[in-house]
């Protein structure tokens, strides 16, 4: 632990520090920030989206629903739909709205409403996997300029050794951050991909099982009123 120590104070002496290395040469750590800035919104967004637009329980507020609809209140049952703009309650008021014509207008109506809803639910999920691979070529490429300007010091003549020790300490450090960079920000935005792909897809699952509910409930429990 002692020894551990020793080594971290002597690189805190004599090692270049991430600002060192972002005066050095700042061009690709300053493009992965930005890079980073970006996954971050994307992230923010895409969690707030399905947090917040689909907070809903579908099954429970297809029970109220069906109830209405089976003691013949349709009209009641739409009201209910346009509390929010929600597309669960979005997508039940498509069906709704045609329950008094045929089954193909109201599976029709559902499919329409079905296809605008699902590709929102997924939309930039997508992006994270390029950021990622954008974030690793950037670091790559910042890190291999850091080992030039490193093989550079080392066959530099005529300067001090001070001098050239702070030239490897610097072209190493930037090498060394800019793969760190590149990764970090990689890593990320796969385990956000993960996460909201897997949820964006539970969505979809469950709008396409809303979807059939509806047509069977308004296809079957309605033929009696109309």
């Known amino acids: 632990m002692r020894h551990l120590l020793m ?8 090692g270049a520090s991430l600002v060192d290395a972002i005066k050095t040469n700042p061009y690709f750590l300053i493009i ?3 890079v980073s800035a970006v996954v971050v919104t994307i992230i923010v967004e895409r969690a707030a989206f399905q947090l917040g637009r689909y907070s809903v329980n579908s099954k429970e507020f297809f029970g109220q629903v069906k109830k209405l609809v089976v003691a013949g209140n349709i009209d009641r049952a739409i009201k209910l739909c346009e509390a929010s ?4 309650l979005q997508l039940v008021k498509a069906g709704l709205t045609h329950a008094n014509k045929g089954a193909d207008e109201i599976d029709a109506s559902l499919s329409e409403k079905l296809s605008e809803v699902k590709p929102e639910v997924e939309k930039r999920i997508g992006a994270l996997w390029s950021l990622a691979n954008i974030a690793t070529l950037v670091g790559l490429v910042g890190t291999v300029f850091g080992l030039i300007r490193t093989f550079a010091a080392i066959a530099a003549e005529g300067l001090s050794p001070a001098v050239k020790q702070q030239m490897l300490s610097n072209g190493i ?5 800019n793969t760190a960079f590149g990764l970090m920000i990689a890593v990320l935005c796969m385990i956000a991909h993960v996460i909201l792909h897997t949820r964006s897809k539970a969505i979809q699952h469950e709008l396409e099982a809303l979807t059939e509910r509806v047509f069977n409930l308004l296809t079957i429990s309605t033929k009696g009123n109309y």
Do not use: S, W
């Not at 080594?7 to 004599?14: N, T």
């Not at 703009?85 to 669960?88: A, G, L």
């Open 85 to 88: 703009d929600y597309p669960v």
């Open 32 to 34: 992965n920030l930005i």
């Open 7 to 14: 080594l971290a104070a002597e690189g805190g002496k004599g």
């Open 173 to 177: 450090a930037e090498a060394m951050y």
